[in-house]
Each structure stands twice: as structure tokens, then as C-alpha cells.
Nanobody, 123 residues
Framework: QVQLVESGGGLVQAGGSLRLSCAAS????????MGWFRQAPGKEREVVSI????????YYAQSVQGRFTISRDNAKSTVYPQMNSLKPEDTAIYYC????????????????WGQGTQVTVSS
């Protein structure tokens, strides 16, 4: 079982930037696509971005397109979302997750989850 640990969350003013990190344990990190999700109070967990196992393919939710960039370093078993031009509506707990072999883009398609890191954007 892969274990995932997020870091890098915090409080930032609108228009600012944050770079989150997700470190994975286990030897098979490079074989799996990784995703970032977020969940705001009272809302469902939603996908933010997904990156393929080799980093060549990326998906972004429309709400973050052009502002967020996802990357990964398989040598370090780490995936990074760079979040720029942050807005108050980006406030949420951000989770990284490892996608199972069947693919898909919903939370149920991801088999391992981190504990989450809080991102708060003040106006």
C-alpha cells in the first residue's frame, strides 16, 4: 500500500501563489497516474488536476485551468501542484491521490489518499 503525505498548504492572499507537495512511499509510484482533489466545507470532493505516470499527460479542471500547473518527479516519488493567481474560492482541503489501474477521474477511481493539507485564500 502506497502512503501519501501532502505538505505546503497555508494562508495566502488572493492573487498569491502556493506550491504543494505530495511525497509517496513505495517502489511503484512511477507506474501510476496521480491526482489532486479538493474539498471545501459543505461541498463534494472535486478533481483539480491529474498527471499521467510519466508526466506527459495532464488534466486540469476548468476552474483552475491556466492558474495551476501539475508536475511530478518520479526519482523523488513526489508530485507538485503549483498554484498561482489564487482566489478565495480556491479555499479547501487539498488531497493527493494515486489512481488505480482502471483509470477514471472521479474520487472512486483513486485507491490511495493523503491526509490533506489546508489552503486558505483571503480576499
Amino acid at each position: 500500500q502506497v502512503q501519501l503525505v501532502e505538505s505546503g498548504g497555508g494562508l495566502v492572499q488572493a492573487g498569491g501563489s502556493l506550491r504543494l507537495s505530495c511525497a509517496a512511499s513505495g517502489p511503484t509510484f512511477s507506474s501510476y497516474a496521480m491526482g489532486w482533489f479538493r474539498q471545501a466545507p459543505g461541498k463534494e470532493r472535486e478533481v483539480v488536476s491529474i498527471i499521467s505516470s510519466n508526466g506527459a499527460g495532464r488534466y486540469y479542471a476548468q476552474s483552475v485551468q491556466g492558474r495551476f500547473t501539475i508536475s511530478r518527479d518520479n526519482a523523488k516519488s513526489t508530485v507538485y501542484p503549483q498554484m498561482n493567481s489564487l482566489k478565495p474560492e480556491d479555499t479547501a482541503i487539498y488531497y493527493c491521490a494515486l489512481r488505480g489501474t482502471k483509470g477514471g477521474m472521479g474520487p472512486a477511481d483513486f485507491t490511495s489518499w493523503g491526509q490533506g493539507t489546508q489552503v486558505t485564500v483571503s480576499s
